[in-house]
């Protein structure tokens, strides 16, 4: 029996057709501790994939071939997740372009800056390591589109449970994209009506002078241009949802209307004088103060109770941050990478996305896009999300301990620990801040008092908590 013999370094081929040119590519790769590959042409190139290189330095004007034609070929085959950088003597804008268009990890031209060309590659060959590492995430547990585990998102599907067994009128609240809107389908998707249409109104988008027409319709000479009698809203929903997004934007003289309508179940045509019947059962959702006594509150408070019948908050993305892996993994499905790097994932979770999920959803859909490769790094992310997590690392010291027990023996390793890690800290920080009222604490991290609790003993956290 043989002794195992050591695992050779990533392999980086070099597809170069000038001899003397590979040969300094060669040695310029092996003092990176990487086993350079060197391939004259394309001929030789597929006999050394089998080799299983981490990296293609590929040329585009070979003897035997165009490098873009293989480059296109390599992305169509069994070797599409290797990383090829493709390299030029002729830095056009339709190669590069094409380059990037198929696929390339990235497209230099000669003659090479050797630290750039070197970096590039360690990128690259980092990046196949991560694929190779990075096991494919197990899509998220979807709910009407909604994405989330965590005690905020529970009482979010007990909500539209509740709200799915009536007919009353359902208000949304919460910041701009958290995805009141998938509330709102995910009430009506569970609902008796949910074979009956789902009618949503975007208020904010309409002018005022043509919402009133938009939402009850109007008939035919009602005003200058009504050349014929148009159905309205409220009529296209019939007996199904009629989801009115944006109440906040409604115009007072339309509260009035729209009270009129909830008050009286009937409406009328503008220009008409029959009574329709409003059978649809109306959903709204704002971003914006609408509750009595509320500063800056723009809805009516009559209109305001004869809406919020049942009332659900949807929590920002910061109060629920252990969802953010299920919302990684939701958001890949189909995207040209499959997963983030534990670092990405670290520098995701301590952003606090003012953009809530809407721009979590934007973030990895330009990181897929741009990174050239199936796992999205820390380097792919925009600035204000990397910064966020050295701004987390610089002011982790500001959090001050009560006992010993509170702090973390250990720096997180795996995801797990580090989703584990940033909760803690979260919580620890939420008591200072709350001067140990736990349920002031918990209703800054968007949590109820008894799942506190839980975490306190789950965690460790003495001295913390001790009042109501």
């Not at 001899?19 to 501790?33: C, F, K, M, Q, Y």
């Not at 704002?286 to 004869?306: A, S």
């Amino acid at each position: 029996m043989t002794a195992p013999t050591d695992r050779l370094p990533p392999a980086v081929l070099i597809v170069e057709d000038e001899a003397g040119l590979r040969e300094g590519l060669e040695a310029a790769v092996e003092t990176l501790g990487l086993r350079p590959l060197g391939a004259s042409g394309i001929g030789e190139a597929r006999k050394l994939l089998p080799s299983a290189p981490d990296c293609i330095l590929l040329d585009i004007r070979l003897k035997d071939g165009d490098g873009l034609d293989f480059l296109k070929e390599l992305r169509e085959g069994e070797y599409r997740a290797i990383p090829v950088i493709v390299t030029t003597a002729y830095g056009d804008s339709e190669r590069t372009i094409r380059a990037m268009r198929d696929g390339a990890f990235d497209y230099l031209t000669k003659p090479f800056q050797l630290p750039v060309l070197l970096a590039t590659v360690e990128r690259a060959v980092r990046q196949r390591a991560l694929a190779r590492a990075i096991p494919v995430p197990q899509p998220a547990p979807v709910a009407g589109g909604l994405v989330g585990t965590s005690a905020a998102m529970l009482a979010i599907w007990k909500l539209i449970g509740r709200a799915a067994s009536s007919s009353a009128p359902v208000l949304i609240t919460g910041e701009t994209g958290v995805g009141k809107d998938l509330v709102a389908r995910a009430i009506h998707d569970y609902s008796a009506r949910a074979g009956d249409p789902f009618v949503a109104v975007n208020l904010a988008a309409l002018p005022a002078s043509l919402l009133e027409t938009e939402l009850f319709g109007h008939e035919k000479g009602a005003f200058t241009g009504a050349a014929s009698r148009r159905t309205g809203r409220f009529e296209l929903a019939g007996t199904g949802t009629l989801f009115l997004d944006e109440i906040g934007d409604l115009d007072a003289s339309l509260q009035t209307k729209l009270l009129r309508v909830l008050q009286d179940g009937s409406f009328e045509r503008v220009g008409g004088g029959e009574a329709m019947e409003a059978r649809a059962r109306i959903v709204t959702a704002t971003n914006k103060p609408v509750r009595p006594g509320e500063p800056g509150c723009v809805l009516r408070e009559d209109l305001y109770y004869r809406l919020a019948v049942i009332e659900i908050e949807v929590p920002p993305l910061r109060a629920r941050r252990s969802d953010i892996p299920l919302l990684v993994a939701h958001a890949l499905r189909g995207s040209p990478a499959r997963a983030v790097s534990e670092q990405a994932m670290a520098c995701l979770l301590a952003y606090d996305w003012p953009g809530n999920v809407r721009e979590l959803i934007h973030v990895l859909a330009r990181a897929a896009v741009l990174c050239g490769s199936e796992v999205i790094d820390v380097t792919n992310l925009p600035e204000q999300v990397r910064a966020a997590s050295a701004a987390g690392r610089a002011g982790a010291s500001d959090v001050v301990e009560v006992s010993a027990s509170t702090a973390a023996a250990d720096p997180p390793v795996t995801l797990r620990e580090a989703t584990a890690h940033l909760e803690r800290r979260m919580i620890v920080a939420a008591l200072e801040r709350a001067k140990g009222n736990r349920s002031e604490a918990a209703r800054q991290l968007g949590i109820g008092r008894p799942h506190l609790y839980v975490k306190l003993v789950e965690y460790g956290i003495a001295g913390r908590g001790d009042k109501e």
